[in-house]
């Protein structure tokens, strides 16, 4: 059974970095893509990044040019580099895999079979 294990959660001042990872074990995809959530109470879990095996990634509007998604397939592991953090990147960050399935929105929350845990992000101002 796939398992997601996630680390790097944590509090940082507007402007700061931090680097979040999430490990996977027990893939059986041939073919699979990971991604990264976010969600903050009383609203809905909203896509951050995906990568695939092919290494195509895509971003939210709201993150592209600070966010980097990578994907280290030998090691089954999804990283995201978050640089520049604003108070509203705050959330608990949820990581999610899934198979690789064309066409498919990558940042709907139901395509993803497995989540991990979740890891909190707080930007202070």
């Known amino acids: 059974q796939t398992q997601l294990a996630e680390s790097g959660g944590g509090s940082v001042q507007t402007g700061g970095s931090l680097t979040l990872s999430c490990r996977a074990s027990g893939v059986t995809y041939l073919h699979y893509q990971m991604a990264w959530f976010r969600q903050v109470p009383g609203k809905e879990r909203e896509g951050v990044a995906a990568?695939?095996?092919?290494?195509?990634?895509n971003y939210a509007d709201s993150v592209k040019g600070r966010f980097t998604a990578s994907l280290d397939v030998g090691k089954d592991t999804l990283t995201l580099a978050m640089n520049n953090l604003k108070p509203e990147d705050s959330g608990t960050y949820y990581c999610?895999?899934?198979?690789?399935?064309?066409?498919?929105?990558?940042?709907?929350?139901?395509?993803?079979?497995?989540w991990g845990q979740g890891t909190p992000v707080t930007v202070h101002s």
């Open positions: 999610a895999a899934g198979p690789w399935e064309a066409g498919a929105s990558w940042h709907s929350p139901p395509r993803y079979p497995y």
């Open positions: 990568r695939d095996m092919a290494g195509s990634t």
